[in-house]
């Protein structure tokens, strides 16, 4: 299949594939759209099953980043990069070099930052070969401690304040003694339940990696669930913060929960999904609106900018989501689909 065939390919401007032999570099970078400004999009490192799976997904993200952009209200476009391959056994300084290479063979058209299997340490390994990297140092935090270019507490933030803004308009009320899943422990769901936990919400947490429900179960009296139980749990509040696709025809059924608001990137299997969910009475709130803060906090770092300044425009998150809320139900219509259109207007316009 040619990648203009592919069904997730939506008028991407260029996706480039890259194999280094030396390193074992095997990875794709996907630009959707510059309309706004530079492609920029976080390279995930994962081990896929195969070239078709890396391809649906950076084709999926980068076009997701376009949206969260335009969302977020910032000068930016959307790309994405994936390396196909385990980062706890493949990942290699060498391999790292190669990819930096290889982002800044698109000579500035697309600005790669951190995503699932890559760190700061990687991204700095990254940048000795290219000008295009962002995240390897930063000036400023939402709280005012001192930065290290990881946007995932700046994520994991702006994803706390669309959920309580999701719980206040779909439940009216805050967020103590609120039942709340999180699917994925890792740098942002971890946080997130931190957040979530000094708020008083009850949390129910589950990983691939065990190590990291374990602590979320030690600091935070988290209750452990296995993968597969999650989304039949009798809970307000489901949190993907893992990997997409998980509102599925197999999970939906299952979901007893008002409110799904969670860090994970195209949550929804199907676009189709979020009138499933709307029909259910489930409020969703749209990934790519929801967990902008790291690309926000990304985008304060190229400039001048303040602590408060980060931190009032991921505060921006909760207003935006009412607002695609209030949208939704005076139009009838599902809130991932009226926060396209909101963004479509934004990144199409020619004026």
């Keep these: 299949m040619s990648v203009f065939e592919h069904p997730e390919f939506d008028s991407h401007e260029h996706v480039a594939f890259c194999h280094d032999k030396a390193s074992g570099l095997s990875a794709i970078?996907?630009?959707?759209?510059t309309q706004l400004g530079p492609a920029l999009g976080g390279c995930r490192m994962w081990p896929y099953g195969n070239s078709n799976e890396a391809l649906n997904d950076v084709l999926r993200l980068s076009k997701g980043m376009t949206y969260k952009s335009a969302m977020a209200n910032l000068k930016l476009g959307g790309g994405k990069s994936v390396i196909i391959g385990d980062p706890r056994q493949h990942k290699s300084k060498a391999l790292m070099q190669a990819m930096g290479k290889f982002v800044d063979s698109l000579g500035g058209q697309y600005y790669t930052a951190e995503d699932s299997?890559?760190?700061?340490?990687?991204?700095?390994?990254?940048?000795?070969q290219s000008d295009y990297i962002t995240g390897v140092k930063a000036n400023y935090h939402y709280n005012g401690e001192k930065p290290d270019g990881n946007p995932a507490p700046s994520t994991a933030y702006g994803v706390f304040v669309g959920l309580k803004a999701s719980v206040q308009y779909a439940l009216n009320c805050d967020l103590k003694d609120v039942k709340v899943a999180i699917q994925g422990v890792g740098h942002v769901g971890y946080r997130l339940a931190k957040h979530l936990h000094e708020h008083g919400a009850k949390l129910y947490v589950t990983?691939?990696?065990?190590?990291?429900?374990?602590?979320?179960?030690?600091?935070?009296?988290?209750?452990?669930?296995s993968p597969d139980a999650l989304y039949a749990l009798d809970v307000d509040v489901i949190a993907p913060c893992a990997l997409g696709a998980s509102i599925n025809d197999e999970t939906l059924p299952?979901?007893?929960a008002k409110v799904i608001a969670g860090a994970a990137n195209n949550q929804l299997a199907r676009e189709e999904m979020g009138e499933c969910l709307r029909q259910l009475g489930i409020l969703y709130a749209p990934d790519y609106v929801i967990n902008a803060g790291g690309v926000i906090d990304i985008y304060h770092q190229r400039m001048t900018s303040s602590n408060g300044a980060l931190r009032s425009h991921i505060e921006q998150i909760g207003d935006t989501l009412t607002s695609i809320y209030e949208r939704a139900d005076a139009q009838q219509g599902a809130t991932n689909r009226i926060a396209n259109a909101i963004a479509e207007e934004?990144?199409?316009?020619?004026g």
């Design 29 to 33: 970078i996907a630009v959707h759209n």
């Design 117 to 128: 299997g890559i760190s700061v340490t990687d991204l700095q390994t990254m940048a000795t």
């Design 207 to 225: 990983d691939i990696y065990p190590e990291g429900v374990q602590r979320a179960v030690n600091e935070f009296g988290a209750t452990p669930v």
């Design 254 to 256: 299952q979901i007893k």
């Design 346 to 350: 934004r990144f199409n316009y020619k």
